[in-house]
Every structure is written in structure tokens, then in C-alpha cells.
């Protein structure tokens, strides 16, 4: 059935998506988080490079790409520099949280924070991942390499490969990050190496191998292919959960030694959630949210699993189990508002200790169990890539029906997602880019070519 158009509701999108751009020395270089006069700026006045990254996508399916090319630029000449990490000091390669225009000295100039004016401090590690992957989206749409191969975008492109794939205290292939350094950018539980930096991680090194000149290309290319396949091994081995591997881990033996051992990170039975034996269907399945030592965060969250569909990162038969889940467990994760960014939330004296009693993430709230219409057009190209164009329009026309009569809000909560979030900001921009970019995927199909990875047949596979 096709989706009802709303003529009204895309116009007015539109018109805000064009009002929250930020022009520097007369040029567009991004858009404002928000333009919620209700309530106080903060830092919504500013451009987030994870928010832009709908928009500057959306730009891009309109051909409209002087924007994202101001944007990559002017982010890029932000980086990080700094020899090492020293109190409040960001680390070489890593790119801005955000960044505004102001004036000093009656000229314009861009002040960016990298964290260390943010709640808690955290860095901003998807900053990075994110930024290559527009890059790449940059390059595709344009077909013109000739921005990536500038000297500055190599020595960019290569800080970030540093920065990324440095050797840390760990013996993964995975990218250690601290709790709060993603689009949960608050205490919730997942130090450690959470699924979302996994998936994006992924892509980038991907997206690198691509965008390296060539000459360049041959000194990382066998580092950065070993650790993808390394890193496609570990995330499909022990981060996926269905019916099957869930009866694996009931049945595990703990406190084994040894290289051939079934349960290597030390998982306990008695680990597994209550509910979850029950909300898991039969042909359904996800990957876990973290995973470590005697660790296996069990919560779906929602960007992980729909990146690792896009990039390729999960299997053609895993894409389906994860599109089966959403679509039989659609009143959980969907409800009045697509979609959930984590699902189930926690509550009560777990909350207490895993948030440090964060009021604004309680329970069914915010980056607890809160629905995010940003992830709306990630769940759509999810559907569209795994054939489920029904699930897309479905999804869309769930959307639709609110978002321009709540005045597209940053966030929604309640278990089903009827209640406007409690401290959501209106007119979130990457809320409206969202929704325009999931109406533009079902419009033109073609776009996901900016944002999908396919499988590299020469990838050698990793065994453990």
C-alpha cells in the first residue's frame, strides 16, 4: 500500500530544514541541532557533526552538495592536532562533538568543542567514524575523489585510522570507547565496546581503504583488512544473539582455560535476562549491545543493528532476523514513534547504579528506552536493503501522522512512545532531515548507494 503523501508536512520540512543553517564568512557549512525558542540554546545552537550527518546525506540526494563540501572542510581543519591526551586536551585525529560560528576581533571564526565543555566530559568518538563515512557519501554522490585526495583530507583520513586503531590495554579487535562517547552521550552502561562504535568502526576502516590514494593505500591496506576481517569475525561470533545461540549460552560451563574453549569471555547463564527468553521470537535475532569480560549487554539498540545491515557488517540471512525482530516485536521498538533507540529500559535500583540516577535518563526516557525519529530513516533503509518495503512505509506513516502537529520533537517517551520527551527539543533538525531522507530513500531506492556498503569478495576470512 503506498504511503499518503502530506504535502504540507514536507513543505513546512523543507523550510525549517533550510532556516537552521549556519553560514561562515557567507558560505553554508551545517545546520543548528535545534531552533526551539521555547526553551534555553545550550548548545542546540550549534552544528554537531553526528546530527549533520542526516542532513548533509539529505543535501546530497538533492544534489545540493556545497554544503557537505563547506562541512567536511571546515570540520577537518577542527581536528585535533594535540600530540597526547592531557586533561580536557583532546588526542590527535579526534574530530569536534561541535562546533559554532562567532566573533572575535569583528571577524567570524568557528570555536569547536571536542567534549570538554559537554555534560561529563566525554569525547566524542563517533565524530571521527562518522565524518569518513560522509566523506565517502561525499565521493559517491559526486563521483569526484578529488576533495579526499588533497593533502590535508589524507593527513586527516589518516589521523583518524591512528587514532582508531592504536593499541589500547584490550584483546579485541573491537575499539575500546568510554561510556557517553556516541549518540548515548550519557552515562547508560556501555563502556567498554559497545555495538553502535563497532558497526561504525567497520564502516570507516571500510571507507578509508577507499578513500587513501593509492600509493597510500598498499602501506595500510593489509593492516586495515586484517582488522576488518578480524573485526566482522568477532562482532558476527559473539555479539549475535538468537533462539539458537541463546540456548549455547544457557548451557555454558564457566571458569574455562584455553584457546578451544566454548565460552571465552567467561559469560554466566544465570546473566540472562527474564525477559528476554520470552521477547525473542523464533525467527528473529539482534546484535547485543556490548560485550567483555564476564559481559554480554543483552539490550537492543536500535543504530547498531540497522548500521550493521547497511554496511554489510551483518550476513543477508542475519539482516532478515533483525528486520523479523522489529517486525514481530513492532509494538516494543516501534509504537507510536519509530523507533526505540534501546530497548528494554532500565529501571529501578539498576537504573540507579548503571545511570547514576540520571533523571533525565529514567526509565522509558531520553537514551533509556526513548524514541528517537532520527532513526527513522535508518530503520527505512534497513527495510528497503533487506527487500521489507513494507515495513518502510509502515514505518513512515507512523511518522508522518505526528511529527509536524508535535512540532518534530528531538525525542518521545513512554513504553509505546506517546508522550512528547519531557525535555525534548522542538523542531530538532536532524528529527526533520530524518524524516525527509526516510521519504526520499522510498521516493528513489537509488540514494541507499550513499550510505550501503556491499560485501568485498577479496576480504580474506578470519579465523579464530
Known amino acids: 500500500m503506498p504511503i499518503s503523501v502530506k504535502t504540507d508536512s514536507i513543505t513546512e520540512a523543507w523550510r525549517t530544514l533550510e532556516n537552521s543553517i549556519i553560514f561562515y564568512r557567507e558560505r553554508p557549512i551545517g545546520t543548528v541541532a535545534a531552533r526551539d525558542c521555547q526553551r534555553a540554546a545550550l548548545n542546540y545552537d550549534q ?16 544534489g545540493k552538495t556545497e554544503i557537505v563540501r563547506n562541512f567536511l572542510i571546515e570540520t577537518l581543519a577542527l581536528q585535533s592536532h594535540e600530540k597526547q591526551m592531557d586533561f580536557f586536551k583532546p588526542g590527535p585525529g579526534l574530530m569536534p562533538a561541535s562546533f559554532k560560528v562567532d566573533i572575535v576581533d569583528g571577524k567570524q571564526v568557528l570555536i569547536a568543542d571536542f567534549g570538554e565543555h559537554a555534560i561529563a566530559r566525554v569525547p566524542p568518538v563517533d565524530s571521527c567514524l562518522w565524518w569518513i563515512i560522509l566523506l565517502r557519501a561525499y565521493v559517491k554522490a559526486t563521483k569526484d575523489i578529488s576533495l579526499a585526495y588533497q593533502p590535508e583530507f589524507q593527513q586527516g ?3 583518524i585510522l591512528d587514532f582508531c586503531l592504536v593499541h589500547r590495554f584490550a584483546m579485541y579487535p573491537t575499539m575500546l570507547v568510554p561510556d557517553g562517547a556516541f549518540m548515548i552521550d550519557r552515562r547508560m552502561g556501555v563502556y567498554g565496546n559497545p555495538l553502535e562504535i563497532q558497526v561504525l568502526f567497520y564502516a570507516a576502516l571500510v571507507a578509508v581503504s577507499e578513500l587513501l590514494l593509492p600509493n597510500d593505500s598498499n602501506v595500510h ?21 538468537d533462539i539458537n545461540r541463546l540456548n549455547e549460552i544457557y548451557r555454558y560451563k564457566g571458569e574455562e ?40 549487554d543483552f539490550r537492543f539498540f536500535a543504530l547498531g543493528n540497522l548500521m550493521a545491515i547497511l554496511v554489510s557488517l551483518a ?27 534501546c530497548f528494554p529500559a532500565l ?105 550501503s556498503f556491499e560485501k568485498d569478495p577479496d576480504m580474506i576470512t578470519c579465523v579464530n
Open 257 to 296: 582455560f584455553g584457546k578451544e574453549v566454548a565460552n571465552k569471555f567467561n559469560i554466566y547463564p544465570e546473566s540472562i535476562p527474564n525477559w528476554l527468553t520470552e521477547w525473542l521470537p523464533e525467527t528473529g535475532g539482534y546484535l547485543a549491545g556490548n560485550l567483555g569480560p564476564s559481559q554480554l
Open 221 to 241: 591496506l593489509d593492516t586495515i583488512n586484517r582488522r576488518l576481517a578480524a573485526l566482522e569475525y568477532h562482532v558476527k561470533e559473539y555479539y549475535w544473539i
Open 47 to 62: 552544528c554537531f557533526v553526528r546530527d549533520f550527518i542526516t542532513s548533509g546525506l539529505l543535501f546530497l540526494t538533492q
Open 315 to 341: 550476513s543477508e540471512e542475519e539482516s532478515q532476523k533483525i528486520m523479523d525482530l522489529v517486525e514481530q516485536r513492532w509494538d516494543e521498538l516501534i509504537g507510536s514513534m519509530p523507533m526505540k533507540i
Open 157 to 159: 583520513i589518516k589521523l
Open 347 to 451: 529501571e529501578g535500583l539498576e537504573w540507579k547504579i548503571v545511570t547514576g540516577s540520571d533523571p533525565k535518563n529514567r526509565a522509558w526516557s531520553y537514551h533509556n528506552g526513548g524514541n528517537w525519529p532520527v532513526l527513522l530513516w535508518l530503520l527505512v533503509a534497513a527495510a528497503l536493503k533487506t527487500g521489507r518495503v513494507e515495513l518502510a512505509n509502515k514505518a513512515i506513516d507512523v511518522a508522518q501522522s505526528r511529527l509536524s502537529q508535535d512540532q518534530w520533537p528531538e525525542y518521545y517517551d513512554g513504553k509505546n512512545g506517546r508522550l512528547i520527551g519531557k525535555e525534548a527539543r522542538k523542531y530538532q533538525t536532524w528529527t526533520i532531515s530524518g524524516f525527509l531522507m526516510a521519504k526520499e530513500l522510498v521516493a528513489n531506492p537509488a540514494h541507499l548507494n550513499l550510505i
